[in-house]
């Protein structure tokens, strides 16, 4: 046969030499030799496929031989030519019996190996019995083979296991190696096969089998510490076979046995810490062990350990060690998933690997690993092998990447880039859900749809070879051309430029003249060709429109003919035709139960099957298991109001809002009553109207000097005044105006009645969040003897709405320091409440040397009777006294609520520093910086969570506003409702607060409950999609802000910038606030000299969050997730893109117990960031100062903790260390 050239002349042999067997058969001769030839010919013929049916007889009348030599192989030919299925088999029965009762131990071993081969039903009921005699037999050549025939015959007829299960006894206790790996297979295969058997079937032998589970961790663990063995050793390990048989019994009676998978624990982490993985013999018990350990009742660290040897066999170089260690994780992920995240690096590596099937596997497994916390480098890293993708793989990456990104997506912008970049690199490949999905999004999405329809256009003209590429372009465009031509309104660099209508129509023609316009894609042109009929405006593109559709009204395809033909019939009726071509409503989002990633569920259905016999769960519990069905939630009976929702935030009172619907003409008591958030006086016994008390927050009071100038005011009539305070000195009243229009105007009068004059005089004042409130500065703020001082204020949107509320704990204030004498006298006058007992405005003095339990007798404060317990009040003498005791107040002029007893002492500059409150304010501690005269109204358009301690705050500019800062500078920031501003560091570059379109300043803020300003950001909702739509602007919140700061770029007192060769910025913790806005202003460019010039060398020392790091995971780095560091992908794209030259230097804390120090590496922005798991020294600001005789051209920017940045400063300006000149040492310390 070796011999033949051909297949013809291979096929002639065959045919020649099986004739001449059938022939030699036929003559019956009888020598015994050339019998065992021809069988041996015919073993060959068959291992080539060809017919032998000719010989069965023969092997029959081999097996019948008394010669061993002739038993030998007809031993062999009837295993291999005969089965269960051939007649002849009942001819072997009488001859396999005399076998197994022959004298001679080989041939009853050659019967038992062909009874277990080709025993029929019928046959293993006529020899059970000859089998469990072998098995009882003491010699151990004879028994191992009849376990093995026990097992085979069992498997056939499982009524025969009741025979053999008390012999499993035996064999597990023989002495003989070869015994008990044939014994422990027999008891293993009895496991599997009961807990495969219905639940009314025989479910005792996994229980009685359990007393086996001492006496085989005794064994495990002699073979897993003896010495070497030469009878058993293998490699170094002595009787591998034993330990994985022994490993594989142990976890058939541990699985879903928490007291089994007790007694084994420790003998399973001593076989898994102790086996050599060097080499595959050790690594084949380990593999046994780790799936063991994943499928008993092991605790978590033992688990971890297992995933753990599964990590390291990814990184060996044999592949078919990789492929189990792949497989076994795909059916881990589900058990231990924080585990299994921590070798995703090594996962994705696999990726690239020649082998297809690691690749495979790789691909399968990166899928499954896929959560809310890692999506966006996971799915990068997939787009990336999409890049290089086999064909055959891009089918299932393109649905797998489109249903993690619909369960994953951070935000709505990320998703449509991912589908996006997904139709541009698969776009041949993408099945019609994943694509139907995306058009889906965007049809949803309104901010979104621009921005979409804008880079759909721009990868169109790129390719319009990706067949699902073409037909969501198309559709996009027929749908939103109109916003195409428009033009959207977002930051990117790479902004659309101006899309003409004849562009569109070009695209098109030049798809449908294309080799690559399917049927499919040209049915979705010729539709959006009609819908921009009614988007586009010139004549001229809309004739063109008209040709083209004429042109496939010829089309041979059928569907595309009778599009073109109706459609061209829909110019004729201009009437309707807009009607029917308008935009489609958005589709319906239908939940999809699509199954991410392809774990199976073989091991979820055994594990609970399992279980069924121990714990006994209903069976609606394994149903819901077995189809990973979540638990049915009952939804809300309703979503809140705004009203409800404003009202929980702000502890306000949640009630319904009362008819906006016009009253009689009130009194002028009644409209300064509304103007104060006091409705009108109400008959006795009739309960007053209320407003949520959401509405009725107040908003924030800021000096009179700061406060704008209006817009727009009312010409007064000058109306009567109304007396509102007449006490210690002071006479105050209001003269009230209302238009038609809603508009308030408010002239107050403060004239000094006593003999002393008064100074510093001034009135806050706070209104509804339905109005607007505009102070003006009063006409002086020093009042003398008989003079008199007026200050005007503007309220807005007052019309129609109601002022009432119940919100008796909240108090206007204004400060009057009077001087009596040589000044030895100042006193803070306050005006309480309108809605004390007598509904007038009530002033006090308070000294500013003396307790309020010293004020004198004339002064009175009136406390509301409903106000928070934190108060007491002395009935004698009506004293306002805290619960801390006297305080020493110095004065006031903010806006409190009495039940906050802590914030009403804050309002206050406490001498006396009451525990819990910060020394001093921004506004103080700031106070000898420079900062702009100018107040900003900006809008908060946007709230980012970093991590669980910081958030990015994105700040709108107005459009036709101005603001300009240098970078590194801070704002004071007035948020409503807090009368104090709240100091924040800028983070983004200037150049970002000067773009054509959607300007904006950044601020990152760190969580902090005893700061008002940043404790009221921090109650803004969380938005990360990264676009507005541009509706919701107007609904979004106003904050006032105002440029400070000295800590800035270009550096104060250096001249010559020429002079400087290398800038070293020191960040500590949330000190790179200002150098991140300062090294991006860097990276932009440097007016007049193009790039940055400078060696910028950026170390940033900081501790890693929670949230960057899954739990059980030791600080090596590759699993740190870099978003949750705060602005590291920043860093990483602009030292790791080179926008600026230099390097950065990363330190970090915070990476776990036991964490040892040294270099690791984080992956950032699809680039490699080395950081040292430390904290910085300063050896580390001396290497990165260079050599130094060049030290002297360097500037250093520090900003950290006080004590971080002093300890720097000295050590930099030392003579005795670095010794730089204090010039060139920039630090910040307020913060």
């Excluded at 350990?305 to 078919?320: C, E, Q, T």
């Excluded at 915070?1150 to 040892?1156: C, D, E, H, I, W």
Aim: aromatic letters at 6%.
């Amino acid at each position: 046969v070796r011999a033949a050239k051909t297949i013809a002349d291979e096929r002639a042999v065959i045919q020649k030499e099986s004739a001449s067997i059938r022939a030699s058969f036929r003559e019956e001769s009888g020598d015994h030799s050339v019998r065992r030839n021809n069988v041996a010919k015919l073993l060959y013929l068959f291992t080539l496929g060809e017919r032998t049916h000719f010989g069965q007889i023969e092997c029959l009348k081999l097996l019948a031989s008394p010669r061993f030599a002739d038993k030998r192989l007809g031993h062999l030919a009837t295993s291999l030519l005969l089965d269960e299925n051939q007649e002849v088999l009942t001819l072997v029965t009488n001859s396999l019996q005399n076998d197994l009762a022959h004298s001679n131990q080989y041939v009853v071993g050659l019967a038992l190996c062909t009874l277990g081969n080709i025993a029929s039903i019928e046959m293993s009921r006529d020899l059970f019995q000859q089998v469990e005699a072998c098995v009882n037999t003491s010699n151990p050549y004879i028994r191992r083979k009849a376990a093995l025939c026990a097992m085979r015959i069992c498997r056939k007829v499982p009524d025969l296991k009741e025979h053999f299960v008390d012999k499993v006894s035996n064999l597990l206790a023989d002495r003989n190696h070869g015994v008990q790996l044939c014994g422990l297979t027999l008891a293993t295969s009895f496991c599997e096969a009961d807990e495969e058997e219905d639940a009314d079937g025989d479910e005792d032998i996994v229980e009685k089998f359990k007393i086996f589970v001492p006496n085989l961790v005794k064994t495990l663990k002699a073979l897993a510490t003896s010495g070497y063995a030469p009878e058993h050793d293998v490699t170094g390990i002595s009787d591998p076979f034993v330990q994985v048989k022994i490993l594989r019994f142990l976890r058939a009676l541990a699985t879903g046995d928490a007291h089994v998978s007790e007694q084994i624990n420790d003998i399973l982490a001593q076989v898994a810490t102790n086996t050599d993985s060097s080499k595959n013999v050790g690594n084949s018990i380990l593999y046994e062990a780790v799936l063991t350990i994943l499928d008993i009742e092991a605790d978590s660290g033992l688990r971890v350990l297992g995933v753990n040897i599964l990590g390291k066999f990814l990184s060996n170089r044999d592949n078919n060690i990789r492929y189990v260690a792949l497989n076994t994780l795909i059916k881990v992920v589900a058990i231990e998933p924080n585990a299994v995240q921590r070798h995703r690096n090594t996962i994705l590596e696999c990726l690239r690997d020649p082998d297809i099937s690691i690749r495979r596997r790789a691909l399968e497994l990166s899928f499954t690993l896929i959560n809310e916390s890692n999506v966006r480098v996971l799915i990068r890293e997939l787009l990336a092998f999409l890049e290089v993708a086999d064909n055959e793989f891009k089918p299932t990456m393109t649905s797998q990447i489109g249903i993690a990104a619909d369960k994953f997506a951070p935000n709505k912008r990320w998703h449509v880039d991912t589908m996006l970049r997904v139709l541009t690199l698969a776009g041949n490949y993408v099945k019609e859900p994943i694509m139907s999905s995306f058009i889906r999004l965007v049809a949803t999405t309104p901010e979104l749809q621009t921005y979409a329809v804008q880079k759909l256009y721009i990868n169109l003209k790129k390719d319009i070879t990706q067949e699902s590429l073409t037909q969501a372009g198309a559709w996009c465009i027929g749908e939103y051309g109109d916003a195409l031509l428009r033009g959207g309104q977002y930051e990117e660099e790479e902004l659309v430029r101006e899309v003409k209508q004849h562009e569109l129509i070009d695209l098109f023609t030049t798809i449908l003249n294309s080799n690559h316009a399917t049927q499919v894609s040209t049915e979705y042109i010729v539709t959006a060709l009609v819908k921009l009929t009614t988007r586009l405006s010139d004549p001229a593109q809309l004739d063109r429109i008209r040709r083209l559709l004429e042109v496939h009204q010829t089309s041979l395809d059928v569907e595309v003919q009778q599009r073109a033909v109706e459609y061209t019939n829909l110019f004729s009726y201009d009437q309707i035709r807009s009607g029917v071509l308008e935009k489609m409503p958005p589709p319906q989002i239908k939940e999809e139960s699509r199954v991410l990633g392809a774990a199976t569920t073989t091991k979820k259905a055994k594990a609970a099957n399992r279980k069924s016999r121990v714990v006994k769960p209903t069976e609606q519990d394994l149903l819901f298991d077995l189809m990973d069905t979540p638990p049915t939630t009952t939804p809300a009976a309703g979503g809140a109001s705004n009203t409800d929702l404003l009202a929980d935030i702000l502890g306000g009172t949640s009630s319904p809002p009362t008819s906006t619907s016009p009253g009689p003409q009130q009194s002028q008591a009644a409209s300064i009553m509304d103007l104060f958030s006091q409705g009108p006086a109400q008959p006795v016994g009739s309960p007053a109207p209320v407003m949520g008390g959401s509405n009725m927050d107040l908003m924030s009071s800021m000096s009179a000097v700061a406060t704008p100038p209006p817009q727009a005011q009312a010409t007064p009539q000058a109306p009567a005044g109304l007396p509102v305070y007449d006490n210690n000195g002071l006479n105050v009243s209001f003269q009230i105006q209302r238009n038609a229009e809603g508009l308030v105007q408010v002239i107050g009068r403060f004239r000094n009645s006593g003999p002393g004059p008064l100074s510093n005089v001034g009135l806050q004042a706070a209104v509804p969040k339905t109005q607007k409130l505009q102070l003006m500065a009063i006409s002086s703020t020093d009042v003398g003897p008989g003079a008199e001082a007026t200050q005007r204020m503007i309220v807005s949107g007052a019309k129609g709405v109601s002022a009432a509320t119940t919100s008796e704990d909240r108090v206007r204030a204004f400060v009057c320091r009077r001087s009596d004498g040589p000044g030895e006298l100042d006193r803070a006058v306050l005006i309480w409440p309108m809605f004390s007992s007598g509904g007038g405005v009530d002033l006090y003095a308070y000294d500013d040397k003396a307790s309020l339990s010293d004020l004198g007798a004339g002064i009175h404060p009136s406390i509301p009777p409903t106000s928070d317990s934190g108060a007491n009040i002395n009935s004698q003498n009506q004293m306002y006294q805290p619960r801390t005791g006297p305080v020493t107040l110095k004065y006031s002029h903010f806006l409190v609520r009495l039940p906050q007893v802590r914030a009403y002492t804050s309002t206050f500059r406490n001498m006396g520093k009451e525990p819990g409150e910060t020394s001093t304010s921004h506004t103080e501690r700031t106070a000898a910086q420079p900062r702009d005269s100018t107040l900003h109204s900006v809008t908060l358009v946007r709230v980012n969570a970093v991590n669980e301690e910081i958030r990015l705050f994105r700040l709108g500019v107005k459009e036709g506003s101005r603001i300009e800062f240098l970078p590194g500078q801070w704002l004071d920031t007035y948020v409503p409702g807090v009368p104090k501003a709240g100091g924040f560091t800028l983070t983004s570059p200037p150049s970002k607060a000067v773009l054509p379109r959607s300007a904006y300043l950044e601020l990152a803020v760190q969580k902090s409950p005893a700061n008002p300003a940043a404790a009221w950001l921090w109650d803004q909702p969380v938005d990360d999609d990264e676009n507005e739509d541009p509706s919701q602007v107007e609904k979004k919140p106003e904050i006032q802000v105002r440029v400070g700061g000295s800590f800035v770029w270009p550096p104060p007192g250096i001249a010559d910038l020429a002079s400087l060769r290398r800038i070293v910025f020191i960040a500590g913790g949330v000190g790179v606030n200002p150098l991140m806005s300062i090294v991006s202003h860097l990276a932009g460019g440097i007016e007049g000299k193009g790039g940055c010039p400078y060696n910028v060398q950026f170390m940033y020392s900081t501790k890693v969050p929670s949230s960057a790091s899954p739990p059980e995971e030791s600080g090596e780095g590759s699993h740190l997730d870099s978003e949750k560091i705060l602005f590291m992908e920043r860093l990483a794209a602009i030292f790791g893109r080179e926008k600026v030259r230099g390097q950065m230097r990363l330190f970090l804390t915070g990476l776990g117990p036991g964490t040892a120090s040294g270099e690791s590496v984080l992956q950032c922005n699809e680039m490699d960031v080395p950081f040292q798991r430390r904290r910085m020294g300063l050896e580390d600001v001396a290497e990165a100062l260079g050599p130094e005789a060049e030290r002297g051209d360097a500037l250093v920017y520090v900003c950290g903790i006080p004590s971080m940045t002093d300890e720097l400063v000295e050590s930099l300006t030392s003579k005795s260390r670095l010794n730089l000149r204090p010039e060139r040492v920039l630090c910040e310390k307020w913060w």
